[in-house]
C-alpha cells in the first residue's frame, strides 16, 4: 500500500464503484501543506470555548439570564453542526478552496459583528454566524486529508491535526478570561474575527484546490441519490458510528464530570486541574495513531479504542456503585478514556471519509455533523435521567454508547477487504 500521497484511489463497495477509475484524475495530488491545515482547524477551534468564561459578564451586561446567555455556545453547536452537511457536498461539487474561503469569511464577520453587538440578540446571531462557518474546517480539513494521503496516512497525519482540537479550546478558554478580565468580553470576539482573517489570508495565498475532479453543480435528486449510496456502505456506516460514540462521550463526560467532582468538595480550579488529565489523554492517543496507525491498521486501532473506553467507563461506574470514587480515580479514568478517543477519533473518522470515495467532502460533512450530534442527544439524555444530580445514571448512558462503539467498531474489523478503500 502506498503511504504517500494519492495517485488515483477507488472504493468498491458490495460490488459496485463508488469512485470509476476514470473519473479520478491519475496524476499526483496537490497536498494541503499540515502547517496550513493545522493553522486552520486551530483558528476554527477558538470560537468553541473562548466566551465561556464570559458568558456572566454578557449576562450582566445585557440584563439577561444564564439560560439566555448559554445561547451563545448552544447556537453555535448548532450551527458547526448542521451546516457541516452543506459544506460536504460543497466541497464534492465546487473544489475544496472556495467554499472553506467562504467559511473564514462568514468566521471573521461573525466575529466583527459580535465586537459591534448592542443586544443579545445580535451577539447570538453573531455566534450563529460564526458556527456556520467554522463549520468549513472541521468539514473540508478532512476532506482535503483524505484528497491529500491514503486512508492509513491520512489517520496520521489527522491525529496531528486533531491534537489542535483539544489544546485549542482549552487555550481559548484560558486566554477568554484573562481578556475578559483586562478588557471585557468585546476582546474575545476581536481575537475570533483576527483568528478568522488569518486563516482566509493563509487559505488564499498557501492552500492549492486538491479535488481535482469536481462533481459539478448540486442538484436536489442527485444529492438524495448520493447521501443513500452513503448510507447503504457498511464501512461508513461502522466507522461513522464508532466515532461518533467517540466524540459523544467526550463531550458528555466534559459536561457532566466537573459536577461529581463538584460534589467532592473541588474548587473550580482544582476542577480544572483534575479535568487537565483527559485532554492529555487524547493527545498522547493521538500520539500512537500517529506511530501505529499504518501497521496496525484503522479497523485494529478503531476496535482497541473503543473497547479500552469501554473498560474504563465500566471501572468508573463500579467505583462510584461502591462510592470509591475520589479525585485521583475520576482523573485516572478520564486520562483512559482520552486515550482511547485518541485511538478512536481519528481512525475511525479518516476510515469513514477514505470509504466513501468521490463521496469524501459529503462523508465528512455528515460524520462531523454526527459526531456533535452525538454529543447533544448524549447530554440531554444525561439530564433525562438525572445524570448530572446521581453521577451513576449518567454513567450508564455512556456506557451504552461504549457498547454502541464497541459493536460498530466489530463490524468494521469484520467487513470484508472486497468492500474497503483501495489504494
Not at 30 to 36: F, G, N, Q, V
Not at 94 to 100: A, E, S, T, V, W
Not at 224 to 248: Q, T
Not at 300 to 319: A, D, K
Request: some cysteine; overall charge positive.
Amino acid at each position: 500500500m502506498n503511504m504517500g500521497p494519492k495517485t488515483g484511489k477507488h472504493l468498491i463497495s458490495k460490488g459496485k464503484n463508488f469512485l470509476e477509475p476514470s473519473s479520478r484524475n491519475t496524476g499526483p495530488v496537490a497536498s494541503a501543506p499540515i502547517w496550513l491545515l493545522i493553522l486552520t482547524m486551530g483558528c476554527g477551534a477558538v470560537g468553541l470555548t473562548i466566551i465561556s468564561p464570559s458568558l456572566k459578564s454578557v449576562a450582566e451586561e445585557f440584563d439577561v439570564d444564564s439560560a439566555t446567555a448559554q445561547f451563545l455556545l448552544s447556537g453555535y453547536f448548532i450551527a458547526i453542526a448542521s451546516s457541516q452537511l452543506i459544506y460536504g457536498p460543497m466541497s464534492d461539487r465546487y473544489g475544496r478552496r472556495k467554499p472553506l474561503l467562504i467559511g473564514m469569511v462568514l468566521y471573521a464577520m461573525g466575529g466583527i459583528l459580535g465586537v459591534y453587538a448592542a443586544s443579545i440578540t445580535t451577539l447570538i446571531y453573531a455566534r450563529i454566524l460564526q458556527g456556520l462557518g467554522a463549520a468549513a474546517t472541521v468539514s473540508i480539513v478532512r476532506a482535503i486529508i483524505n484528497d491529500s494521503y491514503d486512508r492509513t496516512k491520512g489517520a496520521s497525519v489527522f491525529a496531528t491535526i486533531s491534537a489542535v482540537m483539544v489544546i485549542a479550546p482549552i487555550f481559548s478558554f484560558i486566554s477568554g478570561g484573562l481578556i475578559d478580565e483586562m478588557i471585557g468580553w468585546k476582546g474575545t470576539m476581536v481575537i475570533i474575527a483576527l483568528a478568522g482573517g488569518l486563516s482566509l489570508v493563509s487559505n488564499y495565498f498557501f492552500l492549492n484546490e486538491t479535488n481535482l475532479n469536481p462533481m459539478g453543480k448540486i442538484v436536489p435528486r442527485l444529492l438524495i441519490s448520493e447521501y443513500y449510496e452513503l448510507f447503504s456502505n457498511r464501512l461508513f456506516l461502522a466507522f461513522v458510528i464508532a466515532s461518533a460514540c467517540s466524540v459523544g462521550i467526550f463531550l458528555c463526560m466534559i459536561g457532566f464530570v466537573p459536577y461529581e467532582y463538584s460534589r467532592l468538595g473541588l474548587s473550580p480550579g482544582e476542577i480544572g486541574f483534575w479535568f487537565a488529565a483527559t485532554p492529555v489523554g487524547y493527545m498522547f492517543g493521538n500520539f500512537i495513531t500517529r506511530w501505529k496507525a499504518q501497521k496496525w491498521g484503522l479497523e485494529s486501532m478503531t476496535l482497541i479504542g473503543s473497547i479500552i473506553c469501554f473498560l474504563s467507563i465500566g471501572l468508573l461506574f463500579l467505583m462510584t456503585m461502591g462510592e470509591l470514587q475520589n479525585p485521583f480515580l475520576i482523573s485516572f479514568t478520564g486520562l483512559v478514556l482520552g486515550f482511547s478517543a485518541g485511538l478512536v477519533i481519528p481512525n475511525a473518522t479518516m476510515g469513514a471519509i477514505a470509504s466513501a470515495g468521490r463521496l469524501a467532502g459529503s462523508a465528512s460533512g455528515f460524520t462531523g455533523a454526527l459526531q456533535m450530534g452525538f454529543g447533544v442527544i448524549g447530554g440531554s439524555m444525561i439530564a433525562a435521567v438525572g445524570g448530572y444530580e446521581l453521577f451513576h445514571l449518567g454513567l450508564l448512558i455512556i456506557i451504552l454508547m461504549a457498547v454502541l462503539g464497541v459493536g460498530a467498531s466489530l463490524m468494521a474489523k469484520s467487513i470484508p477487504l472486497s468492500e474497503t478503500a483501495r489504494s
